[in-house]
């Protein structure tokens, strides 16, 4: 399985951005995915999870409210729609898929996934 993030870019505080995350190979049916993110000389750390059918979303409390995961199982998309954007949101946003059409108990950690797309730069100025 293949993963391709894009929609990352410049954008000043209080913009909206949609992240987009494509799989492709054995893509076989619809897997839970996820989106981490990762700032200069910090950890990756979760941001937003789903399961195969979007009856399951999960998020870090820093994005509740301002951030919505989704995906289009037809075009084996994800997605992550960003609003209201903070300086503290720039990083590289990375989207994750696992084996697994459910989240596990380890959604939000990076061993949950097991494939990883290449990222995309965020960067919200003030």
């Known amino acids: 399985v293949q993963l391709q993030a894009s929609g990352g870019g410049l954008v000043q505080a209080g913009d909206s951005l949609k992240l987009s995350c494509a799989a492709s190979g054995r893509t076989r049916s619809s897997r839970a995915m996820a989106w981490f993110r990762q700032a200069p000389g910090e950890e990756r750390e979760f941001v937003a999870a789903?399961?195969?059918?979007?009856?399951?979303?999960k998020y870090a409390d820093s994005v509740v409210g301002r951030f919505t995961i989704s995906r289009d199982n037809a075009k084996n998309t994800a997605y992550l729609q960003m609003n209201s954007l903070k300086r503290d949101d720039t990083a590289v946003y990375y989207c994750?898929?696992?084996?697994?059409?459910?989240?596990?108990?380890?959604?939000?950690?990076?061993?949950?996934?097991?494939?990883w797309g290449q990222g995309t730069l965020v960067t919200v100025s003030s």
């Open positions: 994750a898929a696992a084996t697994t059409l459910s989240l596990s108990m380890r959604y939000r950690n990076v061993r949950g996934y097991d494939y």
């Open positions: 789903i399961n195969w059918n979007a009856s399951t979303t």
